[in-house]
Structure formats: C-alpha cells, structure tokens
Nanobody, 116 residues
Framework: QVQLVESGGGLVQPGGSLRLSCVAS????????MGWYRQAPGKQRELVAH???????SYTDSMKGRFTISRDNAKNTVYLQMNSLKPEDTAVYYC??????????WGKGTLVTVSS
C-alpha cells in the first residue's frame, strides 16, 4: 500500500504563492505516476498536474505557467509550486498516485484559500 500526506496549504492573498508538499510512504516502488488534483466548493475534482515516473509532465491549461510540479526522490516527496494565485484557485488540493496492481491512491487533501 501507498500512503500520501499533503501539507503546505493555507490562506494567501491574490497574486501570492504557496508550495504544497506530498510525502509518499509504503510501497513507493510501485508508483508509476503522481500528480495533484483540486476540488473547489460545489465543483468536481479536477486535474492540476500529472507527473509520470517516466515521461513528460502535463498541466491543465488554466494552470500552465503558474503552477509547477516537481519531485525529490530522496525525500519521496512531490511538490506543487503555485504562483500568481487567484481567488478561483481556492480549493482542497489532493495528492494522487497511480500504483501498480492497486490503482489510484489519494491523500486527504490540504485547503488553499486565496482571498484578500
């Protein structure tokens, strides 16, 4: 099994930045992709960024150029750097992993609120 724990959410003013972290533990050798999703109040969960272990990173169009996903293999951690934040970026952000023979794995989420 894989466990994912997010951190780094909080309140930020419009135009500000935050960096989210997701620490993976357990059977991390079976992870073949990781990413971030978000769910705003009253809306469906949507993809933010996707990072295969091998292959190219991809982003949802509205986040390209503002958000950057990265990873530190030594720390089993994936990051989401978010810049130029807008009120519409307010959501619960979830870390996600695609795990061989197990399917999708989710963290519990971290709340990001963009407000003045």
């Amino acid at each position: 099994q894989v466990q994912l724990v997010e951190s780094g959410g909080g309140l930020v003013q419009p135009g500000g930045s935050l960096r989210l972290s997701c620490v993976a533990s357990g059977s991390i050798f079976s992870i073949y992709a990781m990413g971030w999703y978000r769910q705003a109040p009253g809306k469906q969960r949507e993809l933010v960024a996707h990072m295969p272990i091998r292959g190219s990173t991809s982003y949802t169009d509205s986040m390209k150029g503002r958000f950057t996903i990265s990873r530190d293999n030594a720390k089993n951690t994936v990051y989401l750097q978010m810049n130029s934040l807008k009120p519409e970026d307010t959501a619960v952000y979830y870390c996600h992993a695609e795990v061989e023979a197990a399917g999708d794995c989710w963290g519990k989420g971290t709340l990001v609120t963009v407000s003045s």
